[in-house]
């Protein structure tokens, strides 16, 4: 464990010194935030509104409670959140396998005293430290923002358990396609058309289809956009959880099985 | 490798490629979709044949070895991974961690879909407002909770067919039916689609009588004392309301399953009280309101059935108030004792100008008689109408908390001579409620959105008549997460979103960039 918190360390240490990453980075919080202000300012617009209603009201709880900052601000800004996390987690891990490549170092790290786990769990663990770093650094607002009222902290902690599951997805598959390569540009576009592709064909199908059709049931299914909604309601489901899990599991046994032939090919 | 080889490498990519993706998006042209996967694995075929030397080479050596077991290693992790999701899929478990546990169905609603005896077609007719994806997803719990719902979206533009042929006449529109019963609503809260779901699921008939003949309030009546409202209530939970005058008749209808008397302004003759006698003793069920003053003689009848009806006014002293009103209106909020009507009910009734209705301290031997409604233990009953001040008179008043509702069961003296009719549900014995108000059903106070008068009073009527359907669930209220944010507030977190922490990651870029030229 220890070696592998020290490749983790190490790898931390090299996302953060590359200029890519606080680009990329940059460009996440600025879209995040800018999402949280256009939210905002359409929250407290509603706000005024009710105020104004409500004075000629019997029952101006009833009103105020149609406003809701939940569904206003946080699911937007999470749910734009997500759909960034497609190109900016490919842009974070792409250069954790490839540059390695590059450079001539993974070989190094091939001979050197380390399982296959450790390696790949290393440097698992150093794209998603990044990643969650940047999503809570990116919604620090939304936290302040509940320091003003009274948040419902179980929704709120089932709309972040489902982008941290969904980072974690997007964290495998992004290292996977970092080991199969060299190149950067390769590593960080495969995975955004995958993760791409993956997002929008839980979009197609209706429910009608999925019931009658085996083909939509499966594609609907292997979508993440359809596994992360009910995140966003405050609803767990079991089915989702799996669901991600195990992808993040596979993406990260494939890694291993990758590295693991860099050994004997 | 050959001009031919990568020629046929790059059709079979694309082949298979584009088979799937128009195998997804076009199902209804799968021939065309496997026609393209044909041709893309016909040019796989053709590349392994080409190179077949090469391969040959590769299969021999060291890395095939090891590949092969690698390919297979893996391909048992993917059909792992796939049977944990099938898995789970099979025994999934949902946490709804919303205040008012809005995407979970309640207890009567699984209560009514677990007895389902035959399969209810729910067909939702979109309106295109946003509101269209919260109804989805209450239709698609109850699909999920019982094999016997079928629930289809139908799309207006896509199948104007299908919306004409469901009798769907509003977009926005829930349109159900089973075997031969059809109904449709537009109310879409989980209330109203599980009542319709009854409704439909059952060739069975609710019917309340409602009496008249002595000046009752009417069902028909819609002025603020009449019960328009509440016809309308118990119409939309499947129940048939009618009138009867017990004075033009020998015996209560046969398909009656409850009769309800509300507020007589005169004395029931003997005949009446003969004929209800007779109904309540072969087992009937019957709802009296009775306000103070006016007890349609009825007060030695209900002796007999173990109830106390006392010519007082209840004067409540503490709980909450309702502004503009006196001490004779009365908001009960916890004083629900244990009974099948008030089981789980904890919301706020309202009530005006109350008498107190009791269990007899010694009812008949077949007679049990519970309290289902009292006030705080600050109120108290004013016995002395006619006294110039009031106020609680220790000896003369009764202190509370007083009950002003309860209910009655009995064991039959006799089977009835003529049986009832299949659908009134008379299972065990006898039934009635007495409520010493009849102002908190009419139109003035019935519909009043903030306190829970119809849930209570549909709890009752389902009571009474056996119908489960009838037991009201209120309203899930979205409470709206609320925050107030001052303008020093505002400006302060629009910096901190898009200048304060985009700044910082750019600025330790820009550090890191600048002390990695320096070296």
């Known amino acids: ?265 | 490798m050959s001009r031919a080889s990568i020629a046929c490498l790059a059709v079979a990519g694309l082949g298979i490629v584009v088979g799937l993706g128009w195998r997804t998006l076009r199902p209804l042209e799968s021939a065309a979709a496997y026609s393209i996967m044909g041709v893309g694995g016909a040019a796989l075929l053709a590349f392994l044949w080409l190179e077949r030397k090469e391969i040959a080479g590769l299969a021999s050596g060291r890395s095939a070895r090891y590949g092969g077991n690698a390919l297979a290693y893996s391909l048992i992790v993917i059909a792992l991974v796939f049977v944990a999701n099938w898995v789970a899929v099979q025994h999934k478990k949902t946490f709804d961690l919303t205040e008012d546990k809005l995407f979970t169905l309640t207890e009567p609603t699984l209560k009514i879909l677990s007895g389902l005896t035959r399969d209810v077609d729910v067909a939702f007719v979109p309106s295109g407002d946003p509101s269209d994806a919260t109804v989805e997803d209450v239709l698609k719990l109850y699909q999920q909770s019982s094999p016997r719902v079928k629930v289809a979206i139908v799309d207006p533009m896509k199948e104007p067919r299908k919306v004409e042929q469901l009798g769907v006449r509003a977009l926005g529109t829930i349109a159900l039916s089973s075997g031969t019963q059809k109904t449709s609503i537009t109310a879409t809260g989980e209330e109203a689609i599980t009542n319709a779901i009854h409704k439909v699921s059952t060739d069975k008939v609710v019917k309340a009588y409602f009496v008249e003949g002595q000046g009752e309030r009417s069902p028909e009546e819609q002025s603020e004392h009449g019960l328009s409202y509440l016809k309308t209530l118990l119409g939309n939970k499947s129940l048939t309301v009618a009138t009867c005058n017990l004075s033009t008749l020998s015996d209560v209808p046969r398909d009656a399953s409850l009769l309800v008397i509300v507020d007589p302004q005169r004395p029931l003759g003997e005949h009446e009280i003969s004929v209800l006698k007779k109904y309540l003793d072969e087992g009937g069920r019957a709802l009296l309101m009775l306000d103070p003053t006016r007890d349609g003689g009825l007060t030695a009848f209900l002796a007999g059935y173990g109830i106390e009806l006392h010519e007082d006014l209840v004067v409540e002293q503490g709980g909450a108030i309702l502004q503009g009103t006196g001490p004779e209106t009365i908001i009960v909020s916890e004083g629900y004792p244990f009974h099948p009507i008030t089981d789980h009910f904890a919301y706020n009734t309202l009530y005006h100008v109350v008498r107190s209705v009791l269990p007899a301290e010694k009812p008949p031997a077949t007679v049990t008689v519970k309290p289902l409604v009292q006030t705080t233990p600050q109120s108290y009953a004013e016995r002395d109408l006619t006294a110039p001040e009031a106020g609680y008179t220790e000896g003369t008043d009764r202190k509370g908390p007083v009950p002003f509702a309860v209910a009655a069961t009995w064991t039959p003296a006799a089977p009835p001579a003529a049986p009832p009719a299949e659908s009134t549900n008379r299972s065990d014995g006898g039934r009635m409620v007495v409520i010493g108000d009849a102002d908190w059903a009419d139109n003035s106070i019935l519909p009043v959105p903030q306190f829970a008068n119809a849930p209570l009073l549909t709890n009752m009527v389902g009571w009474l008549s056996e119908t489960e359907a009838l037991i009201s669930i209120p309203a899930k209220k979205t409470k709206g997460a609320h925050v107030v944010v001052s303008a020093n507030a505002g400006i302060a977190l629009v910096i901190l979103a898009v200048i304060v922490i985009p700044g910082a990651f750019a600025v330790t870029g820009g550090l890191t960039w600048l002390r990695r030229r320096k070296l």
């Open chain 1, 1 to 265: 464990m220890s070696k592998m918190l020290a490749i983790a360390r190490r790898d931390i240490a090299s996302i953060f010194s590359s200029a890519i990453a606080s680009i990329v980075l940059t460009i996440f919080s600025l879209i995040l935030g800018g999402c949280f202000v256009l939210q905002l300012a359409d929250y407290q617009t509603r706000n005024i509104q009710i105020a104004r209603q409500a004075a000629m009201n019997p029952d101006p709880e009833a009103l105020f409670e149609q406003v809701d900052v939940v569904e206003m601000v946080v699911v937007p800004v999470i749910y734009v959140g997500a759909v960034a996390l497609m190109f900016i987690v490919p842009m974070i891990t792409m250069r954790l396998f490839a540059e390695e490549k590059k450079v001539g170092t993974d070989e190094l790290l091939l001979t050197a005293p380390l399982t296959t786990i450790q390696i790949v769990g290393g440097k698992y663990l150093a794209a998603l430290a990044t990643i969650a770093a940047a999503i809570v650094a990116a919604t620090l607002p939304i936290g302040l923002l509940f320091l003003m009222g009274r948040p419902p902290w179980k929704i709120i902690a089932s709309i972040y358990l489902g982008i941290f599951l969904l980072a974690a997805t997007y964290a495998a598959f992004s290292l996977l396609a970092s080991s199969l390569t060299q190149n950067q540009i390769v590593a960080a576009v495969l995975p955004f058309g995958l993760f791409l592709l993956m997002w929008v064909v839980g979009l197609f199908p209706t429910e009608e289809e999925m019931k009658t059709s085996t083909w939509w049931a499966l594609s609907a299914y292997t979508s993440t956009s359809w596994h992360f909604e009910d995140f966003l309601k405050g609803v767990v489901d079991t089915t989702h959880l799996v669901y991600y899990v195990t992808a993040s599991f596979l993406g990260c046994f494939l890694t291993a099985r990758v590295i693991d032939s860099s050994r004997w090919r």
